[in-house]
Nanobody, 115 residues
């Protein structure tokens, strides 16, 4: 079964850190680029970070220098390390990849930044 399962979200205070994980199954993980998106209430889903199959990374300007995307192909897992979180980072975070024409999404994990 082709699927993505996120974990690691939660409630964190401003300035805090979280690490999100996304476990992939059902496809050859190492050959696909992986993405993290987020969607805040009332806003469109936005691309936060990407990592290619070769490990090249890209970030949205809003998270550059604070978030780090990485992958462990042996574990079929992509991570999003988030530092210096602020309330504007509050959103549901989704793992994503594209397999030919299929956009594959996880169920999402909620991140809430609040004091």
């Amino acid at each position: 079964q082709v699927q993505l399962v996120e974990s690691g979200g939660g409630l964190v205070q401003p300035g805090g850190s979280l690490r999100l994980s996304c476990l992939a199954s059902g496809f050859i993980f190492s050959t696909y680029a992986m993405n993290w998106y987020r969607q805040a209430p009332g806003k469109e889903r936005e691309l936060v970070a990407s990592i290619s199959s070769g490990g090249t990374t890209n970030y949205d300007d809003s998270v550059k220098g604070r978030f780090t995307i990485s992958r462990d192909n042996a574990k079929n897992t992509v991570y999003l390390q988030m530092e210096k979180l602020n309330p504007e980072d509050t959103a549901t975070y989704y793992c994503n990849t594209r397999i030919i024409v299929l956009q594959l999404w996880g169920q999402g994990t909620q991140v809430t930044v609040s004091s």
